[in-house]
Nanobody
Framework: QVQLAESGGGLVQAGGSLRLSCVAS????????MGWFRQAPGKERECVAS????????LYADSVEDRFTITRDNAKNTVYLQMNSLKPEDTAVYYC?????????????????WGQGTQVTVSS
């Protein structure tokens, strides 16, 4: 059974930084892409970043390009999302997602496993 456990959310002032972590278990981590999605109140869930199984391929939403960085450590079965220059509009519940293939993709249907979510709140 695949399990994903996020950590690292919290409250931060605008301009600050946070790092989210997600530890995966239950399958061969390096064989699958991982993604970070977020959902703000009243909005649809969106992919902010994805990374291929090898870590060589990465995709970002335009709204976070140059501010967020996704990385993975396949030896630790962990994917990270480093978030810098945070803005109030980044406030959302952030979800770690496990891909169905090794390719970095950005739609929900490309992911079959989800974490429980971690709240990120950015104050102005």
């Amino acid at each position: 059974q695949v399990q994903l456990a996020e950590s690292g959310g919290g409250l931060v002032q605008a301009g600050g930084s946070l790092r989210l972590s997600c530890v995966a278990s239950g399958r061969t981590f390096r064989d699958y892409a991982m993604g970070w999605f977020r959902q703000a109140p009243g909005k649809e869930r969106e992919c902010v970043a994805s990374i291929s199984g090898s870590g060589s391929g990465k995709l970002y939403a335009d709204s976070v390009e140059d501010r967020f960085t996704i990385t993975r450590d396949n030896a630790k079965n962990t994917v990270y999302l480093q978030m810098n220059s945070l803005k109030p509009e980044d406030t959302a519940v952030y979800y770690c997602a496990g891909g169905r293939t090794r390719y970095a993709l950005t739609t929900e249907r490309d992911y079959g496993y989800w974490g429980q979510g971690t709240q990120v709140t950015v104050s102005s």
